[in-house]
């Protein structure tokens, strides 16, 4: 599901008060009510409007005069902020949206991994020559490109279709490695997959070139 970026409310105060002052409701030289007033108006606490206010003076569509109240400076001012709020929004959506997609993907990579491991276990041996879901060994080069490269950063199994359920590093074997674990040369690489799947991995980590 799509998530909307919700500003603090002193910026969407602020925007609201530029808005007004852009389209002449609140016009240059006016004075604005106090900030009591206007935390009543917002149904916010005065502490608001003043950072709200403070906001607006610094980027010059107000001036703050202390004992005096706030006046409207200008009104290019109040439509160059207002830009510049859309502008920076965008940047908050297109970052939420990324940390949404990657908190996606390691979610699909942890029930992947939990689902092929729920499956190897449920047979007697891991390496039996008459499963029905094969499984492939891929040995790693000293010399591959992917060396201190992570699983998740190669997009393992969209470059191959295969998914990687164990990492054979010496005596030791490394089941359902998560998308941070790191490739080393001489490890063995245990995926399951189609042949295609096992060929694609071995050009993966033998290419020349890393992705």
């Not at 160059?80 to 970052?95: M, P």
């Not at 080069?141 to 699983?151: E, N």
């Not at 969209?158 to 359920?165: D, P, R």
């Not at 164990?166 to 074997?173: C, E, K, N, S």
């Amino acid at each position: 599901m799509k998530q909307t970026v919700v500003p603090s409310q002193y910026l969407q105060i602020a925007l609201d008060i530029a808005r007004r002052i852009a389209k002449g409701e609140l016009r240059e030289g006016q004075r604005i009510y106090g900030r009591s007033v206007m935390a009543s108006e917002y149904n916010v606490s005065p502490e608001t409007i003043r950072r709200a206010l403070r906001l607006l003076s610094d980027m010059k569509v107000v001036e703050v005069k202390p004992q005096s109240g706030v006046v409207v400076l200008s009104a290019d001012s109040a439509r160059r902020y207002i830009e510049n709020f859309e502008e920076s929004a965008d940047v908050r959506a297109l970052r939420q949206q990324l940390k949404d997609l990657m908190t996606e993907y390691a979610d699909l990579n942890r029930r992947l991994s939990d689902t092929v491991t729920a499956l190897i276990k449920s047979r007697d041996t891991f390496a039996a020559a008459d499963e029905p879901f094969p499984n492939y060994a891929v040995p790693i080069p000293k010399d591959s490109p992917l060396i201190g490269r992570s699983i998740g950063e190669l997009k393992f199994w969209q470059s191959t279709g295969g998914t990687i359920v164990a990492i054979r590093r010496g005596q030791t074997v490394i089941l359902s490695p998560g998308p941070y674990a790191q490739l080393y040369g001489g490890d063995t690489l245990v995926l399951v997959g189609s042949p295609a799947a096992a060929e694609a991995a071995h050009h993966l980590v033998t290419e020349k070139e890393a992705l």
